[in-house]
């Protein structure tokens, strides 16, 4: 792909990823509004047992379709990878019902959440990982103007629902829950038609080396997978446990408002990932520096929005959000630097991921997540949810420096010029 191509690509992913961080952005006055900060504390649960299942529901199997895509010659073979991995998320949703059904008293009362809505939560999971899949298709298929239209479709959906449930049925935090849910299963079914169409998949054509691969691929990344879980969403178990629902919802309106800048990135690498696994099979020292210029100026980019809204977004706060939320800007900041440092990480990820070498970025990522509970446990109690934040920002820095590291040695590039590199 053509450096004016990469650049159209992320224009239109970032426009999709931008209108679809909107949305929640539109929410946040409303939901402020509505509901208290123990109802949104509700909400955040929900989201965290999502992400919580999200490690072992179809363990991580769009990755692996991103990575084996550009092994793959023909359409049949790529049908037959789609189905294998539509088949790990069957069999991987089904252990996690039974799980469920067998837990479901205790882990009702750890996440604070009816036990319908721990069904509800594995279906939710299944659904996107097929929904990823979908996307992924899309993306490696430069086709991001497909992607953008069934990403903003699925948020606008939500938002139409949230508006519903919430503000006009008065159904607090379960209409938040449910139309998130909702809008997730009526994209997945739109998902599986279209895949259908486009012979994008064999359902019933199990091929036992492909689910053999995608286990390879997928089981040492779930330790990778919840060392992200570690990172980003155990710290509303502690708060919940430590502070209460409503600090647990105070910090996730932050959190709603930083990760603004997550789905700014999301959008930025989803463009970027095509181009650099094409570029790396090329096996070229000049491109390799080139990808690199590429990166640095990425960074350099980053870390300039990153300081200008570290110091301006808190003063927009009170403009935004009910006044029951305010004290966000003593901490928003914080979660912001921690945003743009996940963005930096996604980079050194993909080299990793195209090394297929990924038992290291477990470590990297469960190391991290255990120094996240340490600093939580040791910064909240004296400094509240603003130890939270320093938590996650800290232990953000260390993931991006340490998966440097690994990518480094996993896939050599010239990150420090000629020195260490193999291909000069």
Not at 229 to 238: G, I, S
């Amino acid at each position: 792909m053509k450096r004016k191509n990469l650049l159209s690509e992320s224009v239109i992913y970032l426009a999709s990823n931008i209108m679809t961080a909107g949305v929640p952005f539109l929410l946040l006055p409303l939901l402020t509004k509505y509901l208290t900060p123990a109802q949104y504390g509700e909400v955040a649960m929900f989201q965290t047992m999502i992400g919580f299942f999200g490690a072992f529901v179809g363990l991580s199997c769009h990755l692996f379709v991103a990575r084996k895509y550009y092994d793959f010659k023909s359409r049949e073979e790529k049908a037959a990878l789609n189905g294998a991995c539509f088949q790990v998320i069957f069999l991987t949703s089904g252990i996690l019902l039974i799980v469920n059904f067998f837990f479901q008293d205790w882990l009702s009362r750890i996440f604070g959440l009816p036990e319908p809505f721990l069904f509800l939560g594995v279906l939710v999971c299944a659904a996107t990982a097929v929904i990823q899949i979908r996307l992924v298709c899309w993306q490696v298929r430069h086709s991001p103007k497909s992607y953008g239209f069934a990403q903003v479709g699925q948020a606008l959906l939500n938002l139409s629902l949230s508006i519903v449930l919430v503000v006009f049925l008065l159904m607090a935090s379960e209409g938040r829950i449910l139309a998130q849910s909702v809008s997730v299963l009526v994209i997945f079914s739109i998902s599986v038609r279209l895949m259908y169409a486009d012979n994008l998949i064999k359902l019933f054509s199990i091929v036992p080396k492909y689910v053999v691969e995608i286990l390879k691929f997928g089981v040492p990344l779930i330790p990778h997978v919840l060392g992200i879980f570690l990172l980003v969403t155990v710290d509303r178990f502690v708060i919940n446990s430590e502070l209460g629902l409503g600090q647990t919802g105070i910090y996730m309106v932050g959190v709603q408002i930083a990760a603004g800048l997550s789905i700014i990135f999301d959008g930025l690498n989803k463009a970027f990932v095509p181009w650099l696994y094409s570029n790396l099979k090329k096996e070229n020292p000049e491109v390799d520096r080139l990808i690199v210029r590429v990166v640095y100026a990425g960074f350099l980019a980053s870390l300039s929005i990153g300081i200008t809204l570290f110091y301006m977004l808190p003063l927009l706060i009170p403009y935004v959000i009910d006044e029951k939320y305010h004290a966000v800007s003593g901490f928003i900041g914080w979660l912001l630097i921690g945003q743009i440092l996940a963005g930096m990480y996604l980079v050194f990820a993909n080299f990793i991921f195209y090394s297929k070498k990924t038992g290291w970025l477990s470590v990297v990522s469960i190391s991290c997540g255990f120094l996240n509970v340490f600093l939580l446990i040791v910064l909240l109690k004296p400094l509240g949810i603003h130890g939270a934040a320093i938590a996650f920002c800290t232990a953000m820095a260390l993931r991006m420096l340490l998966a440097w590291f690994v990518a480094f040695y996993r896939h050599p590039m010239p990150w420090l010029g000629k020195f260490l590199y193999s291909r000069v």
